[in-house]
């Protein structure tokens, strides 16, 4: 089975800087993409930052230029830099993977049990 597990989160005043790692284990043959999304309190949960096994990145409007998402293959893991925090960035990040347990099997989405970040102002 998969087990994505998310460490980083905490306190942080605004203008502070937090890094989130997201380590994937388990029966993985290989991971197509990882990312990281984040649910405030009474909202949707939303897309933060997803990059792909070529290394391509994507960012959500409020958050660029301000995080960045890279990630270490050979650990199985994704980390967001966050810099620059606000408020309003204040919400349990999720880590998702999209992957393959085999070369057979179609692939599937996982999830981190998410972690806390609160920026107070």
């Known amino acids: 089975q998969v087990q994505l597990v998310e460490s980083g989160g905490g306190l942080v005043q605004a203008g502070g800087s937090l890094r989130l790692s997201c380590v994937a284990s388990?029966?993985?043959?290989?991971?197509?993409?990882m990312g990281w999304y984040r649910q405030a309190p009474g909202e949707q949960r939303e897309l933060v930052a997803v990059i792909t096994s070529g290394g391509s990145t994507n960012y959500a409007d409020a958050v660029k230029g301000r995080f960045t998402i890279s990630r270490d293959s050979a650990k199985n893991t994704v980390y967001l830099q966050m810099n620059m925090l606000k408020p309003e960035d204040t919400a349990v990040y999720y880590c998702?993977?999209?992957?393959?347990?085999?070369?057979?099997?179609?692939?599937?989405?996982?999830w981190g049990q998410g972690t806390q970040v609160t920026v107070s102002s």
């Open positions: 998702n993977a999209n992957l393959n347990q085999s070369l057979m099997v179609r692939s599937l989405d996982y």
């Open positions: 388990g029966n993985i043959f290989s991971i197509n993409r």
